[in-house]
């Protein structure tokens, strides 16, 4: 998994979790706004305050269902239409399968508690939303595919056609600093010698954007990433972990690279590897997941009846 695919697949995660969370308090608080007096004609309590001001439930209720409530409505009837449909076919998601799917999401983070801490930290996203998460498209998958069979044949081709799809990859966790003349590069690796900070260094004098508020964090990446510089990435894996190594010719200008941590790949069985494909397979062939999603709410007649929002 390349650091853009990380991106976007954390991207749908981060903002169907956050559809999940912000409407949650829509849900379980009411369709309306809730007053605060006995009577229910007192004004709603309020939630924040800014100088003498308050903000009331109302105010920030109201403005969730504006920007959230369509989305949070729909997320809620797709998964009940979901839940009808498995239920009515027998299909469900055990334990060991969802696992599986973990395993092989978090493959390219090098270990499970590297991708949850990754998620955590870095989009707030909790272990447990990304297992609802998961198990929810896990079974939208499995209702998708119900009917589609893959032989073993058709496995076989896909395997010798792309041979090299399931090859593990190493992985590397990995710094520049990029300088314009291999002058500066120089520099750069005497201050380093010198026992200067790597990071330090970095935010000082780097040009790359990117990663200079980072301490020039690129990250970790497997080796064929094609968004790190070939050049870059052929000097970083001639080292060790812990290792620097300077000045590196790119296109315009100069680098120096620091090898934090190599994570060696994991082996998939060959079990796990022909189910992946067999999955795929099946996914290419049966509708979008987006459009079943749409066929299922249909054929459940799901319906919004507040007239301020549509299907």
């Not at 007053?35 to 309020?46: D, E, I, K, V």
Request: charged share 30%.
């Amino acid at each position: 998994m390349t650091r853009q695919e990380k991106g976007l697949w954390a991207t749908v995660i981060v903002l169907t979790a956050g559809v999940l969370v912000m409407g949650s308090y829509m849900l379980f608080s009411g369709e309306g706004p809730r007053a605060s007096s006995p009577s229910g004609n007192g004004p709603s309590p309020a939630v924040a305050t800014i100088q003498d001001k308050a903000i009331t439930e109302d105010e920030w209720v109201r403005e969730l269902k504006k920007r959230y409530g369509h989305d949070m409505l729909m997320t809620i009837l797709n998964r009940k239409a979901v839940a009808l449909e498995a239920e009515a076919r027998g299909i469900d998601v055990t334990k060991p399968e969802l696992e599986a799917e973990i395993d092989m999401m978090s493959r390219a983070y090098g270990s499970k508690e590297r991708f949850f801490a990754e998620m955590e930290s870095q989009l707030g996203i909790s272990e447990e939303e990304l297992r609802i998460e998961t198990t929810y498209r896990l079974l939208l998958e499995k209702i998708a595919t119900a009917d589609v069979h893959i032989d073993e044949q058709q496995i076989d081709s896909y395997l010798k056609q792309y041979p090299d799809q399931f090859r593990p990859k190493k992985q590397l966790n990995l710094s520049m600093i990029e300088v314009a003349s291999e002058a500066e590069a120089n520099q750069v690796m005497d201050r380093l010698e010198a026992g200067e900070d790597f990071a330090d260094l970095a935010a000082e004098v780097s040009l790359d954007e990117y990663t200079r508020g980072d301490g020039g964090k690129i990250g970790l990446v497997e080796e064929d990433d094609p968004f790190v510089p070939s050049e870059l990435m052929e000097a970083a894996l001639t080292l060790e972990a812990g290792d620097i190594a300077g000045p590196i010719r790119l296109e315009d200008n100069y680098a120096i690279v620091y090898v934090e941590e190599i994570v060696e790949p994991k082996v998939p069985s060959e079990e796990s590897i022909r189910e992946s494909v067999r999955k795929q397979l099946a996914l290419e062939q049966s509708i979008s997941l987006t459009e079943l999603e749409e066929r299922l709410r249909e054929k459940y007649e799901a319906r919004i009846v507040a007239s301020t929002v549509t299907l």
